[in-house]
């Protein structure tokens, strides 16, 4: 028998290692924590008891998991992603649960078992998942962002799931009264709490804060989550949906990034000790037994949940190729699915037997999802012949313009930088075309006559046909130092001699992408926008004191040539809370209200709205907007406003409401 401290320091000792061993393989750490917890548990060496003491542990780290995701709980966020949200989210979640409680009822197994496996099959990982994304520069991709909004609503869907499992436990009446009695508990607390928490959670923060004690800080974020996991917890709910609540009223508080770095450390060391808590559940005698069986439920629920994501991605109108690409992102199981398999195993509403083959299951569909998310892509085109086609597409289109420009520049990434810097380009007369990976920018902005394309810049197949052979230099705007990265290799492999100029939003990364080829770092800092432009017109040979004449007409004139730029899918989020102004291309058809109407007529400044040029089709020079000018179809009027007057106007153009 080891004392207390021999425990601690072998628990120490094999988490660093473990940990460690499988950063560098490139694997979830949480599955370390799992690895340890299976070595060290009762069904293995021994070394950890499977005590009560250990079990009430764990409940803290599914306590701070709850109280993290409602601090992301943002409603402004999730309104401005409600259709992927709420539509193919729901969908999937419905969906999958509901074939799942099928199956498991018609393999014989009790309803609530049934229910609790279907829930804990449901959810995918949003560790691995966001990790993977980021890491391969593809959060803003049309998969990537599919799967964040579905991952979005496995958080809220796990909710009532947790409402649901403590019922069940303490009664057998019928499911659905068990569930709408539940529910109707967590609304009350939850009206109470929004009606008079808000307010006081404000109050006591900033009173805590102004003693200026960082303890005193941590202490009190503690004790408000552990007190509103205990109301809970008393009115028969779990703990999770108390710290869940903590968290979302916390995120109303202006404290909110203060408290999430303040606990970030101390929640992922909880994190880890319940992992290991879930590792030291795995029997793996159990295990060895059920092996062939456990690989084919593994396999089955990944193939089954990639296909439903897919078949949903294709009835909203997304390619093939996107949905195969969201399926096989978010086919494995999930950190929610161990919390609902330990809540549902404390709750005894999950038979022994079923547990292990679930959990065994949902463990090896996290080891396998690492893998399966780096081929996703090759995956998608080797299944969909369109996907390889529209990709081909994509690359016909972007050499259709290459192929006509000759010491031009390529523009990666057309955000507010880099339009701002096109539109110098379109002053000094200097050919471009820029790539972006957003559509809903692409398209907006392409439709107001700029120079851009849809495509992943750091292909080395998008840059031969954007012309980056006869190319006088190439810019890289992204504000994300990945992207760039991604951008830079493919450009020192290949392309050794063309002048790089980069934008980056601090120094913090200057001298890694220099080392990487760039010719210049210009760091977006009070006037990056402006200090990126002189370089880049510098660059291209523009005399030296031109460059500071414009630079400063441009000051003068109170930067109003950068009034407003095309916003994407990726810009929503940022502005739902803030509305900033924005360009829009609206298209004038036969069937416009306005059709025939000369410009004098719209009510732009009645709607707050300003016309800033105004294109026609074959025509490439912008048009200055005169009151004279009568309107026809294909016309394309190119304005600037807040979004919610942009819609206003668009409105009033198609039916004159």
Same mark, same amino acid.
């Given at each position: 028998?080891?004392?207390?401290?021999?425990?601690?320091?072998?628990?120490?000792?094999?988490?660093?290692?473990?940990?460690?061993?499988?950063?560098?393989?490139?694997?979830?750490?949480?599955?370390?924590?799992?690895?340890?917890?299976?070595?060290?548990?009762?069904?293995?060496?021994?070394?950890?008891?499977?005590?009560?003491?250990?079990?009430?542990?764990?409940?803290? #780290?599914?306590? $701070?998991? &709850?109280?993290?995701?409602?601090?992301? /709980?943002? *409603?402004?966020? =999730?309104?401005?992603?409600? %259709?992927?949200?709420?539509?193919?989210?729901?969908?999937?979640?419905?969906?999958?649960?509901?074939?799942?409680?099928?199956l498991a009822w018609w393999l014989g197994l009790h309803l609530t078992s049934a229910f609790v496996i279907g829930s804990a099959i449901t959810m995918s990982s949003t560790a691995i998942v966001s990790k993977i994304l980021m890491e391969r520069v593809d959060l803003n991709s049309r998969h990537g962002r599919l799967a964040i909004g579905i991952l979005l609503f496995q958080d809220i869907?796990?909710?009532?799931?947790?409402?649901?499992?403590?019922?069940?436990?303490?009664?057998?009446?019928?499911? #659905?009264?068990? $569930?709408? &009695?539940?529910?109707?508990?967590?609304? /009350?607390? *939850?009206?109470? =709490?929004?009606?008079?928490? %808000?307010?006081?959670?404000?109050?006591?923060?900033?009173?805590?804060?102004?003693?200026?004690?960082?303890?005193?800080?941590?202490?009190?974020?503690?004790?408000?989550?552990?007190?509103?996991?205990?109301?809970?917890?008393?009115?028969?709910?779990?703990?999770?949906?108390?710290?869940?609540?903590?968290?979302?009223?916390?995120?109303?508080?202006?404290?909110?990034?203060?408290?999430?770095?303040?606990?970030?450390?101390?929640?992922?060391?909880?994190?880890?000790?319940?992992?290991?808590?879930?590792?030291?559940?795995?029997?793996?005698?159990?295990?060895?037994?059920?092996?062939?069986?456990?690989?084919?439920?593994?396999?089955?629920?990944?193939?089954?949940?990639?296909?439903?994501?897919?078949?949903?991605?294709?009835l909203f109108n997304y390619e093939i190729g996107v949905g195969i690409r969201t399926g096989l992102i978010l086919a494995q199981a999930g950190e929610f699915s161990f919390v609902i398999l330990a809540l549902a195993r404390e709750e005894h509403v999950i038979g022994a037997h079923a547990f292990q083959i679930i959990l065994a299951a949902s463990l090896l569909s996290m080891i396998l999802?690492?893998?399966?998310?780096?081929?996703?892509?090759?995956?998608?085109?080797?299944?969909?012949?369109?996907?390889?086609?529209?990709?081909?597409?994509?690359?016909?289109?972007?050499?259709?313009?290459?192929?006509?420009?000759?010491?031009?520049?390529?523009?990666?990434?057309?955000?507010?930088?880099?339009?701002?810097?096109?539109?110098?380009?379109?002053?000094?007369?200097?050919?471009?075309?820029?790539?972006?990976?957003?559509?809903?920018?692409?398209?907006?902005?392409?439709?107001?006559?700029?120079?851009?394309?849809?495509?992943?810049?750091?292909?080395?197949?998008?840059?031969?046909?954007?012309?980056?052979?006869?190319?006088?230099?190439?810019?890289?705007?992204?504000?994300?130092?990945?992207?760039?990265?991604?951008?830079?290799h493919v450009i020192q492999d290949t392309y050794k001699n063309i002048p790089v100029i980069v934008r980056t939003l601090d120094d913090t990364h200057m001298d890694e992408i220099r080392n990487a080829g760039a010719s210049e770092v210009v760091p977006e800092i009070l006037e990056g926008s402006l200090m990126l432009a002189s370089h880049a017109l510098v660059v291209l040979g523009v005399?030296?004191?031109?460059?500071?004449?414009?630079?400063?007409?441009?000051?003068?004139?109170?930067?109003?040539?950068?009034?407003?730029?095309?916003?994407?899918?990726?810009?929503?989020?940022?502005?739902?809370?803030?509305?900033?102004?924005?360009?829009?291309?609206?298209?004038?058809?036969?069937?416009?209200?306005?059709?025939?109407?000369?410009?004098?007529?719209?009510?732009?400044?009645?709607?707050?709205?300003?016309?800033?040029?105004?294109?026609?089709?074959?025509?490439?020079?912008?048009?200055?907007?005169?009151?004279?000018?009568?309107?026809?179809?294909?016309?394309?009027?190119?304005?600037?406003?807040?979004?919610?007057?942009?819609?206003?106007?668009?409105?009033?153009?198609?039916?004159?409401?």
């Open positions: 028998m080891f004392d207390s401290l021999p425990l601690v320091l072998i628990l120490l000792v094999s988490s660093v290692l473990l940990v460690g061993l499988f950063r560098y393989l490139k694997l979830p750490a949480m599955i370390a924590y799992f690895v340890v917890g299976l070595i060290l548990g009762p069904h293995l060496i021994g070394v950890l008891p499977d005590s009560e003491s250990s079990r009430h542990v764990a409940e803290f #780290g599914i306590v $701070f998991l &709850m109280f993290s995701i409602g601090l992301e /709980f943002s *409603l402004p966020k =999730l309104y401005s992603m409600r %259709r992927i949200l709420f539509g193919l989210g729901g969908a999937q979640v419905l969906i999958t649960l509901f074939a799942s409680i099928s869907a796990v909710i009532p799931i947790l409402i649901l499992i403590p019922a069940l436990g303490a009664s057998s009446g019928d499911i #659905g009264t068990i $569930f709408v &009695m539940a529910l109707l508990k967590a609304i /009350f607390l *939850l009206s109470i =709490l929004f009606k008079f928490g %808000r307010p006081l959670m404000n109050s006591w923060f900033a009173l805590v804060a102004n003693q200026r004690s960082r303890e005193l800080f941590i202490l009190n974020v503690l004790m408000i989550t552990l007190l509103f996991s205990f109301a809970t917890k008393m009115a028969g709910l779990s703990f999770g949906i108390g710290a869940f609540m903590a968290g979302m009223l916390i995120s109303e508080t202006r404290y909110r990034y203060q408290v999430e770095s303040d606990i970030a450390a101390f929640r992922d060391i909880l994190l880890g000790l319940f992992f290991i808590s879930i590792g030291m559940l795995l029997n793996l005698h159990q295990v060895a037994s059920n092996i062939g069986f456990i690989i084919l439920v593994t396999l089955g629920f990944i193939l089954f949940k990639a296909f439903v994501i897919m078949a949903l991605a294709r999802a690492p893998f399966i998310i780096q081929y996703n892509g090759r995956i998608a085109r080797y299944l969909s012949k369109s996907y390889n086609r529209n990709s081909s597409d994509t690359v016909e289109a972007i050499q259709s313009i290459g192929r006509t420009l000759k010491d031009h520049v390529i523009l990666c990434g057309y955000g507010r930088s880099g339009q701002y810097l096109g539109r110098f380009l379109k002053e000094e007369n200097i050919p471009f075309i820029a790539i972006d990976i957003d559509p809903t920018r692409v398209s907006d902005a392409s439709a107001g006559g700029e120079h851009v394309m849809y495509g992943d810049a750091s292909r080395r197949v998008v840059l031969d046909a954007a012309g980056i052979k006869t190319a006088k230099a190439l810019v890289i705007s992204y504000a994300d130092f990945r992207a760039t990265m991604k951008v830079l005399p030296l004191n031109r460059v500071v004449k414009r630079i400063r007409s441009f000051r003068e004139e109170r930067y109003k040539m950068f009034r407003g730029y095309f916003a994407g899918i990726s810009d929503a989020e940022a502005e739902v809370t803030e509305p900033q102004l924005r360009l829009h291309a609206i298209e004038i058809t036969k069937e416009s209200h306005i059709h025939s109407w000369k410009l004098n007529q719209i009510p732009f400044a009645m709607l707050n709205v300003e016309l800033k040029y105004l294109r026609r089709p074959n025509m490439l020079e912008d048009i200055e907007p005169r009151d004279d000018i009568v309107l026809s179809s294909g016309d394309v009027l190119v304005v600037l406003g807040v979004p919610n007057k942009l819609n206003a106007l668009e409105k009033y153009v198609l039916t004159g409401k």
